[in-house]
């Protein structure tokens, strides 16, 4: 949900939601200060994120989601160690965290072409994931997923099912579905519906690359040897119950490092 529509119903569309079974509710707050809010053209700003988050709260949701952004470059370290101190005050139960990517053809490509935005280097954007990781880590805060943080158990079931390739059921346009070996799609704007199977050795590397993105990785020997010998030699791996899985110190980089281990 965004915070517009969440101020806009009210908490009796949020009670209503929750007697049709709704358990959880994910809120794309993004940033809490407005002029951040503003350059990426967002309908709400951040007094009314407060007041939809005090709504839900209100009507007895206890599982809520918090989506922010990082990787910007006029977000300075000050702004984002604002925006992380209040919402940790506010106490949700998952905090998820992305960095800004540009889409082609969106509006801001457009403007990164024109000249008129400069994109965060990475040493920005890194520095600004490990102000993300040591304030969750602070506050209690299990980092379980590259970008995803929940208090003790209270990880998201929902996403935890696609990173552990468990069978799942996509409804509505453009969704997609899994199940026994073959990822489908349903039909958007005009584009056919369709499928693939995937062959064992495609499952194998997206088994890899799904789990290296988890605290829980994957299970020993899923990687060549001689990779995961080298990986765990320069510490891009490490080893924890039986399984191997990329330290939180290198999740920054774990692209790269997935790219070579598959």
Same mark, same amino acid.
């Given at each position: 949900?965004?915070?517009?529509?969440?101020?806009?119903?009210?908490?009796d569309?949020v009670? %209503? +939601?929750?007697?049709?079974?709704?358990?959880?509710?994910?809120?794309?707050?993004?940033?809490?200060?407005?002029?951040?809010?503003?350059?990426?053209?967002?309908? @709400?700003?951040?007094?009314?994120?407060?007041?939809?988050?005090?709504?839900?709260?209100?009507?007895?949701?206890?599982?809520?989601?918090?989506?922010?952004i990082?990787?910007?470059?006029?977000?300075?370290?000050?702004?984002?160690?604002?925006?992380?101190?209040?919402?940790?005050?506010?106490?949700?139960?998952?905090?998820?965290?992305?960095?800004?990517?540009?889409?082609?053809?969106?509006?801001?490509?457009?403007?990164?072409?024109?000249?008129r935005?400069? %994109?965060?280097?990475? %040493?920005?954007?890194?520095?600004?994931?490990r102000?993300?990781?040591?304030?969750?880590?602070a506050?209690? #805060?299990?980092?379980y997923e590259?970008?995803?943080?929940?208090?003790?158990?209270?990880?998201?079931?929902?996403?935890?099912?696609?990173?552990?390739?468990?069978?799942?059921?996509?409804?509505?346009?453009?969704? @997609?579905?899994?199940?026994? @070996?073959?990822?489908?799609?349903?039909? #958007?704007?005009? @584009?056919?519906?369709?499928?693939?199977? +995937?062959?064992?050795e495609? %499952?194998?590397?997206?088994?890899?690359?799904?789990?290296?993105?988890?605290?829980?990785?994957?299970?020993?020997?899923?990687?060549?040897?001689?990779?995961?010998?080298?990986?765990?030699a320069?510490?891009?791996?490490?080893?924890?119950?039986g399984?191997?899985?990329?330290?939180?110190?290198?999740?920054?980089?774990?692209?790269d490092?997935?790219?070579?281990?598959?």
């Amino acid at each position: 949900m965004n915070p517009e529509d969440i101020v806009e119903k009210g908490p009796d569309y949020v009670r %209503e +939601l929750l007697a049709l079974g709704v358990n959880r509710v994910s809120m794309g707050v993004q940033s809490l200060d407005d002029g951040i809010l503003r350059w990426m053209n967002r309908r @709400h700003d951040a007094a009314r994120a407060r007041q939809a988050f005090g709504i839900l709260r209100e009507a007895g949701v206890r599982n809520i989601s918090v989506d922010l952004i990082f990787g910007i470059s006029q977000l300075s370290e000050a702004i984002f160690a604002e925006t992380l101190r209040e919402v940790l005050a506010w106490r949700p139960e998952h905090v998820s965290a992305y960095q800004l990517s540009i889409e082609g053809g969106s509006a801001l490509a457009e403007l990164v072409r024109q000249g008129r935005y400069r %994109e965060a280097p990475q %040493e920005q954007c890194a520095a600004q994931y490990r102000q993300l990781c040591d304030a969750l880590r602070a506050a209690g #805060y299990v980092h379980y997923e590259i970008s995803n943080w929940a208090l003790p158990c209270h990880e998201a079931v929902h996403n935890s099912a696609y990173w552990s390739r468990h069978p799942y059921v996509g409804l509505g346009p453009a969704a @997609h579905s899994f199940h026994d @070996h073959i990822r489908s799609w349903n039909a #958007y704007d005009g @584009h056919p519906a369709g499928s693939e199977t +995937l062959s064992e050795e495609e %499952e194998r590397e997206e088994e890899i690359m799904l789990g290296l993105r988890t605290a829980r990785g994957v299970a020993d020997g899923r990687i060549d040897a001689a990779k995961a010998a080298a990986a765990l030699a320069d510490g891009r791996l490490e080893r924890a119950g039986g399984r191997l899985r990329i330290p939180e110190d290198r999740w920054f980089v774990s692209d790269d490092i997935i790219a070579d281990l598959v």
